[in-house]
């Protein structure tokens, strides 16, 4: 009996697993776990101003100006920015640093120097740092005490927009103790932030600031201008973040083509109607508006998005009313303005009166304001990539983006959906236990490829490694701002609320080796070849998504042992054995290790990165 279960079983599972992909789409909807769509790749962007260029003839970047990036394998990328900037003729001139302890002692101070409008994206790149416990100071020190840490940036001109703050490392999510103030002849005055994306210096966006009163000229750090001061009190508990640099003029873009105003026809009263777009592959951030009658439509259903303008309408008995989107009309009921957006097919279906409204019937009353196309995996570029305006900017000399872009992802495959699914009826998009917040990590972008979580005090540490990008082993997979970004924001909606969140990419320890090989006689002829193999071969086996033993990725945290490196040279084609291998953390190879410990001074688990191998090869 037990066996005609067994076999029962057996070919049901062979039965299941025979079942073509449609149905499997279909059963993955039945459970609301449709394939997700292609998402977009967000960064920022920074317009330089032509020098000497005055302020009252400057004009306003809007919003959705185009850019796009230099070539590519596949072409020039387009981007648009997502909102309108005023631009400042203001210029960054001076970038000062300074700690003070609660004494009145100064514990650290440095002078980045005078800069001009041609150096401001060198300028950028300097890293400041906040709340660190090693600091470098002409040798390396501990400042363990509390103390202010402040930084100073003095610009050209008085401006009142908007500040880029881009941050390497980041705090909790919970808002931290810092503050801005601008110079006044009557002492600092602490500088309004109307808006904070970058959610208490946790993560890169941009601060809106604002003065209540005049900025004034006043002298500090030996210099008289206009002077920008951002302080923080660091406690020893304190967590280190470090700001990476402070532009003007910035804007946040996103790797998009919009269409807007597009008429999708007409309604006829039927249930289930279903209109479809002349494009697949829609972004998420669709605008849909119904033209109903006037009367009835209270001030809350009306719309006032800027997303349109319903004023050229001559018909003044009805008006444009937004519709909101759901992912299924379950808990919709017969007065709900609500669609459900394929966006993998580019299509707009409505209730049946019951669950969800129908349309009232009308002439062309359907519209969708705005939509967007595009994405994937293609618009996640490196840094100074977007260079070109598309539409010209009276008096903008440049711009480009001082962040690499990030966020973009490519339509979810069958196979990870079949992965994904039991995993939602697991967590049901709550986090609670680790394996919950990697899940999480991993559905917030498809451009995750792995997540790590750690328990911590308060909260959860996430270590987050993004996927190739097709640039080869060498370079070192890092978090770009907008995958940041986006992931932090997927899951701060699912967190427990007293959980503390901090997201960061993969950290390197920098591994030295010097190889000495025996080569077969009969190779003996290409041996600088075996040499280049050998290279690419220790890159490949450190890297955290193709490395380790099974080619799976090194796993996190894991030593590195110097048997695995002869392990793994004995494989090599053409090497007849392994004579010696140095192993060695440091440039001078003065320790010979047999063991690396992949942990760095904080404690915090690392992968290995090979900073540089020494091949030489002789023959017996």
């Not at 400041?128 to 001109?157: A, C, M, W």
């Not at 005090?457 to 940041?484: C, D, F, H």
């Not at 054995?577 to 192993?583: A, P």
Request: charged residues 25%.
């Amino acid at each position: 009996l037990v066996e005609l279960f067994a076999w029962m079983t057996e070919m049901i599972i062979y039965r299941l697993n025979q079942v073509p992909e449609k149905h499997y789409i279909k059963f993955l909807e039945l459970m609301g776990a449709s394939l997700k769509p292609q998402q977009a790749a967000r960064g920022y962007v920074v317009f330089e101003v032509a020098k000497n260029t005055k302020q009252t003839d400057l004009v306003a970047v809007k919003k959705g100006t185009q850019l796009s990036t230099k070539e590519t394998e596949s072409g020039t990328i387009a981007f648009e920015t997502v909102n309108t900037i005023e631009l400042t003729s203001a210029q960054i001139s001076r970038i000062y640093q300074r700690r003070r302890a609660h004494s009145g002692d100064i514990l650290f101070e440095k002078d980045f120097g005078a800069v001009d409008t041609d150096q401001l994206k060198e300028k950028g790149e300097i890293s400041f740092s906040f709340g660190e416990q090693r600091v470098n100071t002409g040798g390396t020190r501990d400042i363990k005490e509390p103390h202010t840490s402040s930084l100073y940036i003095l610009f050209s001109q008085p401006f009142l927009h908007t500040l880029l703050v881009i941050i390497e490392q980041g705090l909790d999510t919970v808002p931290q103790n810092f503050v801005w103030h601008a110079s006044s002849n009557g002492g600092w005055q602490e500088v309004v932030i109307v808006e904070d994306q970058t959610n208490g210096l946790s993560r890169t966006g941009i601060q809106t600031l604002a003065l209540s009163k005049p900025w004034e000229k006043t002298e500090e750090c030996s210099e008289i201008g206009y002077w920008l001061r951002l302080s923080m009190e660091v406690e020893e508990s304190s967590a280190p973040v470090a700001i990476k640099g402070v532009h003007v003029n910035a804007a946040e873009v996103i790797q998009a083509q919009a269409h807007s105003q597009v008429l999708l026809g007409s309604s006829d009263g039927q249930p289930y109607q279903t209109f479809s777009l002349s494009h697949d592959n829609i972004l998420p951030d669709l605008v849909l508006g119904v033209r109903e009658n006037a009367q009835g439509i209270s001030a809350i259903d009306a719309n006032s998005s800027e997303e349109w303008d319903d004023s050229a309408s001559t018909d003044k008995e009805s008006t444009l009313v937004p519709w909101q989107k759901v992912d299924n009309f379950f808990n919709s009921n017969q007065v709900d303005r609500h669609y459900v957006l394929d966006l993998n097919r580019g299509t707009i279906m409505f209730g049946d009166g019951r669950r969800g409204m129908i349309p009232p019937v009308g002439d062309n009353n359907i519209s969708v304001m705005k939509y967007y196309t595009g994405g994937g995996s293609r618009g996640n570029v490196g840094k100074h990539m977007i260079v070109s305006i598309t539409s010209p900017v009276p008096y903008v000399k440049s711009v480009t983006n001082p962040e690499q872009t990030g966020g973009g992802a490519d339509q979810e495959t069958i196979q990870e959906a079949k992965l994904r699914a039991p995993w939602m009826l697991k967590h049901r998009y709550r986090a609670v236990t680790i394996a919950d917040y990697e899940q999480l990590t991993l559905e917030a972008s498809g451009e995750v490829a792995k997540a790590h979580c750690f328990a911590e005090e308060g909260g959860v540490r996430i270590v987050a490694i993004p996927k190739m990008r097709g640039e080869g082993y060498l370079n070192k997979l890092q978090l770009s701002p907008g995958l940041t970004n986006q992931v932090m924001r997927y899951l701060d909606e699912r967190r427990l609320i007293a959980t503390k969140l901090s997201i960061t990419g993969p950290r390197y320890k920098s591994v030295y080796l010097a190889v000495e090989i025996v080569v077969r006689p009969e190779k003996y002829s290409v041996r600088r070849e075996i040499e280049q193999t050998i290279n690419n071969e220790l890159v490949k086996f450190f890297h955290p998504l193709k490395g380790g033993a099974d080619s799976s990725g090194w796993p996190l945290g894991r030593s590195l042992h110097l048997s695995e490196i002869y392990y793994l040279l004995e494989k090599v084609d053409g090497v007849d054995y392994v004579d010696h291998v140095k192993l060695s953390e440091t440039v001078d190879q003065t320790e010979e290790l047999k063991k690396i410990r992949m942990k760095d001074v904080n404690g915090e688990h690392t992968f290995p990165y090979m900073q540089r191998c020494v091949v030489s090869s002789a023959i017996q």
